[in-house]
């Protein structure tokens, strides 16, 4: 039942870069499905990137393929390397842990950090 705390948030250019962290306070379980979520104002959480801890296996949203790149930043800490920022990434991020391989939708997701603010300026 880790509990999880994102951070790296900020300001940023579009074109730019920025590498978010989720530190779980307690273990990650190999079973486990990490993920990242954000939400825009006034529009709904969205899913960004999965990540199964057992093998390192990831997921993505179309709108970020090939710019976002999920991984494990150690023990019980899972990243998003964001690259190629555009200013429609403007979101709080959030983490979370799922059972489920592939899950996407935020109510198959536990364990909510309270988020970061990434913001891409034009």
């Known amino acids: 039942q880790a509990q999880l705390v994102e951070s790296g948030g900020g300001l940023v250019q579009a074109g730019g870069s920025l590498k978010l962290s989720c530190e779980a306070s307690?273990?990650?379980?190999?079973?486990?499905?990490m993920g990242w979520f954000r939400q825009a104002p006034e529009k709904q959480r969205e899913f960004v990137a999965g990540?199964?801890?057992?093998?390192?296996?990831t997921y993505y949203s179309d709108s970020v393929k090939g710019r976002f790149t999920i991984s494990r930043g150690g023990v019980n800490n899972l990243s998003l390397q964001m690259n190629s920022l555009k200013p429609e990434d403007t979101a709080v991020y959030f983490c979370?842990?799922?059972?489920?391989?592939?899950?996407?939708?935020?109510?198959?997701?536990?364990?909510w950090g309270q988020g970061t603010q990434v913001t891409v300026s034009s």
């Open positions: 990540y199964r801890w057992r093998d390192g296996s």
């Open positions: 979370a842990r799922s059972s489920q391989y592939g899950a996407t939708h935020p109510a198959e997701f536990r364990s």
């Open positions: 307690g273990r990650i379980y190999s079973s486990a499905i």
